[in-house]
């Protein structure tokens, strides 16, 4: 009798109708036990009941990552710092730091991109103190596929600075683990690559008669920059900022600590730059905000050269413009128009003798590196001269200046007058 009721009872059971879903795109799935549930990895995950859609997705939203990551979600009163909550505190100090002119607005910029593209491959809700050596490595992988060698070691670092970051304001207990992988590419790869880029697109230089041509076919301002850049060894943003205190031009010395470290430079100007230079303030424009007055160049919309904030200098759109209008710019040349600078001279003299057909560089090579092989009294490194050498270089291309078709060096270094050489423009 108790079975044929129990029979009876069960076939008057009615089953539960599954609700549709919210609206056609809806990540999760309706199951018979009467909640949300999501196959990840080849099991199924429950995230609320039928009656609050909205709640189980954003349980879904919280939980997803570290789900597709195979780990077990933190519990929702888990208070410790995720990623993007480091990102956010992270940036928002550098933003201090731009704010009292200790960082420029473009490397703030780098960082923002670099936690932009951090988040999209491990999670937003990712807890930091959870990341693993093979988290890093999936992140090392994913940025090589876009990122040429020098980008990606960039890169690295400043992943490396954000996670140091949070351990130096012990926002985690202990320091991330990157593992062997996440490293910076070795320099046989970055020599390897620079290599190829040359067989493939030419050593980056302009040869005289390119620079001649370039003179002729600029405007003064831009004439201007490019024999700064030669004569004084220049950037972008050196051009862009170059104040009008820094120039003597009745004597013809320009005195201008580099922007960016604040290191002094004194060179003498060319009788041709101290021309051009005249030239291009007799043409200036007036600028729009009072705060620009005192600025060397001025584009003709009255705004500076220089523009920290953008991601486009106004120098290098100006200096492609004039390379395409001469057909010497080559397509895949340059990454961005930001690599179109005019920086670094190399001075080579002419001579049919094998005595003096050297380069100014190479000897002055030699002669750092004797000199730092004294410092270190016979415990000289491999390669320390070089580094020395790179660290001096704009030091002593400001010594440098024509007189009388001679190049005379400093009396300091004890070299008689060479004979002018040949001058090339690099590309970097």
């Known amino acids: 009798m108790s079975s044929k ?5 069960t076939s008057r059971k009615v089953a539960k109708q599954k609700p549709d879903k919210p609206y056609p795109d809806f990540p999760l799935t309706p199951h018979p036990s009467g909640r949300w549930c999501k196959k990840i990895r080849g099991r199924l995950h429950y995230f609320g009941k039928w009656d609050d859609p909205q709640g189980a997705l954003d349980l879904y939203a919280q939980q997803r990552d570290e789900l597709y990551a195979g780990r077990t979600p933190r519990p929702r009163n888990d208070d410790r710092m995720t990623l993007k909550d480091l990102c956010n505190e992270f940036l928002t100090y550098k933003k201090h730091l731009v704010e ?9 910029r780098d960082y923002y991109d670099t ?7 491990l999670g937003r809700n990712i807890i930091v103190e959870k990341i693993r050596p093979d988290d890093m490595l999936r ?7 876009t990122l040429g060698p020098v980008a990606l070691a960039n890169e690295i670092g400043r992943v490396r600075v954000l996670f140091n970051y949070a351990y130096a304001e012990e926002r985690i207990e202990k320091p991330v683990r990157f593992g062997k992988a996440f490293r910076k590419p070795s320099k046989r790869v970055l020599r390897q690559h620079k290599a190829q880029r040359e067989t493939e697109n030419g050593k980056k230089f302009f040869e005289p008669s ?4 370039m003179l002729n076919a600029a405007d003064v301002h831009a004439g201007a920059m490019i024999l700064l850049g030669i004569n004084c060894g220049f950037g972008n943003a050196d051009c862009g900022k170059l104040p009008m205190l820094a120039l003597d031009l009745r004597c013809g010395w320009v005195s201008f600590p580099r922007p960016k470290t604040g290191i002094p430079r004194r060179c003498k100007l060319w009788a041709e730059t101290v021309k051009a230079l005249r030239e291009s303030l007799a043409n200036r424009t007036a600028p729009k905000d009072e705060k620009h ?9 009255g705004q500076p050269w220089f523009k920290d904030s953008s991601s486009t200098n106004p120098v290098s759109q100006q200096f492609r413009k004039l390379l395409v209008a001469l057909g010497l710019y080559r397509q895949g040349k340059h990454r961005s128009t930001n690599n179109c600078r005019l920086v670094r001279v190399a001075i080579t003299p002419r001579g049919n003798g094998r005595r003096n057909n050297f380069s100014l560089l190479s000897a002055r090579n030699r002669l750092l590196r004797h000199h730092a092989g004294k410092q270190r009294r016979g ?3 491999r390669g ?12 002593w291309q400001a010594a440098w200046w024509p007189k009388s078709g001679k190049l005379f060096r400093p009396p300091l270094l004890g070299w008689s007058a060479i004979d002018t050489g040949q001058l090339f423009l690099e590309r970097c």
């Not at 936690?115 to 491959?121: A, D, F, M, N, Y």
């Not at 320390?384 to 030091?395: Q, S």
């Open 5 to 9: 009721s129990t029979l009876s009872a």
């Open 100 to 108: 009292t002119g200790e960082l420029t607005a473009r490397s703030h």
């Open 115 to 121: 936690c932009e593209r951090l988040l999209s491959i």
């Open 139 to 145: 992140v090392r992988d994913r940025l090589s596929t």
């Open 210 to 213: 390119l620079i001649r041509k």
């Open 293 to 301: 007055d005192g600025l060397v160049f001025i584009t003709k919309y």
């Open 379 to 381: 415990r000289r490194e």
């Open 384 to 395: 320390g001269g070089r580094r020395l050498v790179r660290n001096m270089a704009p030091r």
